[in-house]
C-alpha cells in the first residue's frame, strides 16, 4: 500500500489528476482543485496518499495534509459516499470546515456540494457526527421545545441577523454546546460585534 509520495510534478491536468515522478517512475495522483493550484510543474512535492484498491483498478488520491487524508477514508467508510463524492466534498469544504458544518448541522452547507441532496446531506450529518468524534450537541438537555438543538436556534437567528455562514461558523466554534441559546446568542453577538468594530 502506497501512503505518501515525495517527488516533482511532471504535469497537471484539467481531469484533476497530477502525475508526479518518484524515482524514475511517474505515478498519477487524483486530488482536490486546491491541491492541483499548488502542485506546480517542475516543483517539488510531497503528498499524503490514500491507495484505492478494487478488483477493476487501483487508484491514488493525493492530499497535501494528514488531515484531508484522514476526512477522505472517513466520508468513503460512510454508507453510499465514493471516492469521486469524496473528493468533491473536500474540493468544497475543508476539514476543519467540514467539522463545523457537521458540530452545528449546517445542512444547507453540505448541500452546496455537487450532487450532495437534502437527502444525503441529512444522513452525512447524523454518521459523520459519530466518524468525526464530535460531541452529541442534540442532546435532550439542549433541545429546545421546537425540537431544535441551542447550536441551531443560535446559527438561525445570527443568519436572520444578516451575518455570513462562515463569521457563523466561526463564533460558534468558541462556544460552548452545553449552555443556553440565549447565553450562547449573548456571547456570539459580543465577539461578532467586536471583530466588526
Known amino acids: 500500500m502506497i501512503g505518501s509520495l515525495r517527488g516533482k510534478v511532471v504535469e497537471r491536468n484539467n481531469d484533476g489528476t497530477v502525475l508526479l515522478e518518484v524515482g524514475g ?19 517539488a512535492a510531497f503528498v499524503y496518499v490514500h491507495h484505492h484498491i478494487r478488483e477493476d483498478a487501483q487508484t491514488l488520491f493525493a492530499f497535501l495534509e494528514r488531515d484531508e487524508r484522514r476526512s477522505f477514508e472517513i466520508l468513503i467508510a460512510t454508507h453510499g459516499i465514493g471516492p469521486s463524492m469524496a473528493m468533491s466534498i473536500l474540493a468544497t469544504h475543508s476539514p476543519r470546515v467540514l467539522i463545523d458544518i457537521v458540530a452545528t448541522n449546517d445542512l444547507a452547507a453540505l448541500t452546496m ?43 438561525e437567528a445570527l443568519t436572520g441577523l444578516g451575518y455570513s455562514s462562515e463569521e457563523i461558523r466561526e463564533v460558534l466554534r468558541e462556544q460552548s454546546a452545553t449552555d443556553s441559546a440565549e447565553n450562547m446568542l449573548r456571547n456570539a453577538l459580543n465577539q461578532l460585534g467586536a471583530r466588526r468594530a
Request: glycine share 8%; proline share 8%; aromatic share 2%.
Open 25 to 43: 517512475v511517474g505515478y498519477l495522483i487524483h486530488v482536490t482543485p486546491r491541491t492541483l493550484a499548488e502542485l506546480e510543474p517542475t516543483s
Open 113 to 155: 456540494v455537487p450532487g450532495v441532496g437534502r437527502k444525503t446531506a441529512e444522513r452525512l450529518l447524523v454518521e459523520l457526527k459519530d466518524r468525526l468524534n464530535l460531541p452529541h450537541i442534540d442532546t435532550p438537555e439542549s433541545t429546545g421545545a421546537a425540537g431544535h438543538s441551542a447550536v441551531v436556534d443560535v446559527r
